[in-house]
């Protein structure tokens, strides 16, 4: 069955995997190595598909899809046995998390609940993202088809992707487009989801400045006052001025 070298292997690979999740996730920072594998979701399907890639190479039938089927059943990740994952990736809550056959994860990404690696059509052959190492992919983010995203690339919450993503960009929306936070890309792991640039909000705010401009000017031209129009403002709460204050 498994060789020793695959299940040595499999150990080094769990060591990344509980290194990630304890380097990564500060709820997992004063955590014992024990306790993260006993009671991480994310730990237990990467076990699964580590096993259920090992013996989905050796050309075993049924076992790998088996192993698979049960990971997602007790864990609520899905991951493909064909599917390549490198080393040391985070799967942080991991609910409803989908990577697919021909996925190709590199090292060092992090991944939140809800983000679905899925293909487009019906035709065989590569059909799956690649994401490249140090990648950090938000909740429910959609990347969809052979598309590649670059070295250290952000791909904020809730963005559906079906384009290349440029390495150390961000990117968000629907569809997905790069952008740039403060003239720069975030630092650290964790991307400050709640500052991402709106693109929309940004088209808009620049129309509504444009369409006042034009009503100044022509309430010089003709002398006659025109009513403001909308304003484009963000939302902010009711007790304070910053929405990701609290």
Do not use: C
């Given at each position: ?133 140090d990648v950090v992919i938000g909740s429910g983010a959609k990347l969809l ?102």
């Amino acid at each position: 069955m498994l060789g020793l070298g695959t299940v040595s292997r499999v150990a080094r690979e769990l060591r990344d995997d509980l290194g990630a999740a304890r380097q990564r996730d500060p709820a997992a920072r004063r955590l014992g190595s024990l306790e993260v594998l006993l009671t991480y979701p994310g730990v237990h399907a990467l076990l699964a598909h580590r096993v259920a890639h090992g013996l989905f190479e050796l050309g075993l039938p049924l076992a790998p899809r088996a192993l698979a089927y049960a990971s997602r059943a007790v864990t609520g990740i899905e991951i493909h046995p064909a599917a390549s994952v490198g080393r040391a990736l985070l799967i942080d809550h991991g609910g409803g998390v989908v990577i697919g056959e021909t996925a190709e994860v590199g090292d060092g990404v992090t991944m939140y609940q809800g983000v679905t690696l899925g293909g487009t059509g019906f035709a065989r052959g590569k059909r799956h993202p690649t994401v490249e190492d140090d990648v950090v992919i938000g909740s429910g983010a959609k990347l969809l088809g052979p598309i590649r995203v670059g070295r250290a690339a952000k791909v904020g919450a809730n963005s559906v992707v079906i384009h290349d993503v440029p390495p150390n960009s961000t990117v968000v929306g629907n569809p997905g487009r790069p952008v740039r936070v403060d003239g720069r890309r975030p630092d650290g792991p964790d991307a400050d989801w709640a500052h991402l640039p709106d693109p929309v909000a940004d088209a808009i705010r620049a129309l509504s400045q444009r369409v006042a401009e034009l009503e100044a000017a022509l309430e010089e031209a003709t002398g006659r006052k025109v009513e403001p129009g909308g304003q484009v403002t963000p939302l902010r709460r009711a007790g304070g001025s910053d929405p990701a204050a609290g």
